[in-house]
């Protein structure tokens, strides 16, 4: 069976009035350290006569910065790509901080919430003895997933470490974003992720299911490892289902979209199509 999949990524706003737009981000283009390798890429806007110009973010973000001159009803964006989804050890990944990024690690330390709430869950999960930093995040990662029900929330931000705990659930950017406080909290440079996950599952009939999601989870750096993906979703590493578009100190610096936009009333919509590729 082929390793390469395509995906088909659309994301559809409209407004109930022709709008001004001001300068959106787009951060949907896969990494240049994506450990699944993108055979190819393509981002297509609508309406046309937009302005696109890609650059490259101090995190090695590679992101579109999109302008309209006139006003807008709608906004479209479509992405389309082939993945190579050849199995990996996530293990065997060595090395030190990207290359393609100008962020120092130090950066990835800053701030930690490190709550009364986040202290107690870590009193319970002492740290490995002989320093073993893999083994302690890994242990805490399982701990994260048993503790927060995954939960799908379709309204914008993000939680606080502490009401993720209170709440006993969260969606994949609520845990994310409470492993990467808990990880600076132990000393670590931890960033957040946003990226594509794609899932293969068998069904009743033995056929193969693809799917796509837009995620999130946790990437800390290891020494002598260079960074490690953790999916607090279901406390395993990231593999070659993960494919990491954006990578921040903070969760809004990784957002697919953002930008400005005139007060109205918006709706939208997101469709993720994913096809094993067969040659």
């Known amino acids: 069976m082929s390793s390469h999949v395509t995906l088909l990524h659309r994301t559809r706003y409209r407004y109930d009035r022709p709008v001004s737009m001001g300068p959106q981000t ?7 350290t994506s450990r699944t390798p993108i055979e190819s890429y393509g981002l297509h ?4 006569g937009s302005h696109l110009r890609w650059e490259r973010d101090s995190c090695g973000n590679d992101v579109a910065c999109v302008g309209f001159s006139n006003r807008l009803t709608h906004f479209d964006i479509e992405v389309s790509l082939v993945a190579d989804m050849t199995v990996y050890d996530p293990l065997l990944q060595t090395g030190s901080a990207d290359t393609c990024e100008n962020t120092p690690l130090a950066q990835y330390l800053s701030q930690p919430d490190c709550t009364p709430e986040v202290m107690d869950f870590l009193a319970k999960y002492p740290k490995c003895t002989g320093g073993d930093a ?16 995954y939960q799908r929330r379709l309204e914008p931000g993000i939680w606080s ?3 993720t705990l209170r709440n006993g659930s969260g969606s994949c950017r609520d845990s994310a974003w409470l492993f990467v406080n808990m990880a600076r909290c132990r000393g670590y ?3 957040f992720v946003s990226g594509y996950l794609i899932q293969s599952a068998p069904t009743s009939e033995g056929a193969e299911v693809l799917t796509g999601d837009l995620h999130a989870w946790t990437q800390i ?10 999916d607090t979703t279901s406390g395993l590493l990231a593999c070659e ?3 990491p578009l954006a990578v921040a100190v903070m969760p809004e610096n990784a957002a697919p979209v953002s930008g400005l936009l005139d007060c109205c009333e918006a709706t939208f919509d997101v ?3 994913v096809e094993r590729l067969f040659t």
Do not use: C, K, T, Y
């Open 134 to 149: 893999l083994e302690d995040m890994m242990v805490l990662n399982r701990a994260i997933a048993s503790r927060v029900a």
């Open 161 to 163: 470490p502490e009401q």
């Open 26 to 32: 787009i951060r949907l283009r896969p990494m240049q």
């Open 241 to 243: 289902g993960h494919i």
């Open 221 to 230: 750096f290891i020494p002598e490892r260079g960074w490690v993906g953790f």
């Open 189 to 191: 440079a931890a960033r």
């Open 45 to 48: 806007i609508s309406p046309e």
């Open 271 to 273: 469709s993720m199509q």
